[in-house]
Structure formats: structure tokens, C-alpha cells
């Protein structure tokens, strides 16, 4: 099965989910997209976050991917906690993650951690995304990085972690890569499973992060 990384949805992405998933063609590629927001992308298309997964990958969208694929799997990103879901989609080939965007940090209150904690008591759900993003004032880098620890209390080997890494500055996120992986040295383990999403840094960092994580993996972005 080919492996089809997507960025920060909606950059580029409500293009691929036209005629996919529910139209399977033979001379397509199957894809599996490590990273999609389902309820971002319910909202976008119904006005709402409850859509079914086939709805979303089967929508159109009015455009069309250069290469069409066979959308046969993913990784749904719950990260906005103001559209928290109350249960997680059940969908063959589709799993689900649970976290905070970074630049949400504040919108977690005591309730919606205990909705993190609840969907994470199944073994089968990853932890993500969390993470350090740059781009927003200082003035919250250190409830980002508190979170992200507050979260990584709840990671296992086998669960992964989906990290989210920007820096409004440096287009590396050279220091940011840095202080996230000082956080995952003192809060997981090193057999860690971890997707560094949209990963846009140097060889350096990722032999840096290898060598501490040797079960990381990096998605890329166009
Ligand atoms: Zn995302």
C-alpha cells in the first residue's frame, strides 16, 4: 500500500478526497492519509462535525487531484476541543488520534482533558496532535509546552504520538524540533511510536530525532 502524507488540512487537501474512497478504481493507487481532520473538514463541507468518514472521502469537491488515488484508510486528527467528539468514528481501514492543536492549549478545560482521557482508554486510539507551535505569542509558549507534557503522561510505546512542530520564524523550527525533543526524552519512552506531522526540518534533525526515537516517523508536506 502506498502512504499518501498530507499536511495541515485544508492546505491543499479537500482535492484529494474527490471521487476517492467510495468510486474504487483499478488503475488507482491506494492511499492511506496518516493525517486528515475529519470534523474541520465536516464542517467545511456539511456545516457540521459529525459527517461519516465515507461521506467526507467520497465528497465533492469541485476539484481534482492530479493523481487520483484510492482513498482506502487514515488517521482522523481530533485537536480542537471545542468540537471534541463524544464518540470516535468506527471505520474499517480508519483509526482515530486525540489531543490539542498547540495554538488551542487554552481551550482546555477540565472537561474536555477528562474527553481525552475517556476516548484514550481505548489502547487503540494515538495521542495527537500535541506539540509546540511558535507562530503564536510568547505568551504561550510555556502553557504549550505544559500541555504537551500533561499529555505525554498518558502515551505508551505503542501509541502513537502525533507531534506538530512550527516555528513563525525559523522554516526548519530548528529550536522548536530542539525543545520538543528535550519533551518526548523526559516524558516517553525511547520505543515511542511517533509521526513528526508536515515535517519540514533538516537531516540533522532528523538523525537527532532517530537516534533517540528509532520507531519516529516523518510526514512531509508539498
Ligand atoms: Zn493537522
Redesign the pocket.
Known sequence: MSEVIR???PRNSVCYEEETGAVEEPNRLDAFDS???ADRLSRALKGHTRAAITDLVSANVGCSPRNPVNVVGGVT?Y?DPESYPVSLPCQRGFGAAIGV?PKKCHLLTTAKFQMVLDHLKSWDVALG?TGLDRTEPESTWKLQEDTMVRLLNFSMPVRPV?L?MRDGVDEHAGEVSAKCLQILKANAAPTQKIHL??FGGTVEQVVGWLDAFPNCYFGFSE
Open positions: 499536511s495541515e488540512w493525517h486528515f481532520h486528527i485537536c492543536h496532535k502525533i506538530h506531522h508536515s
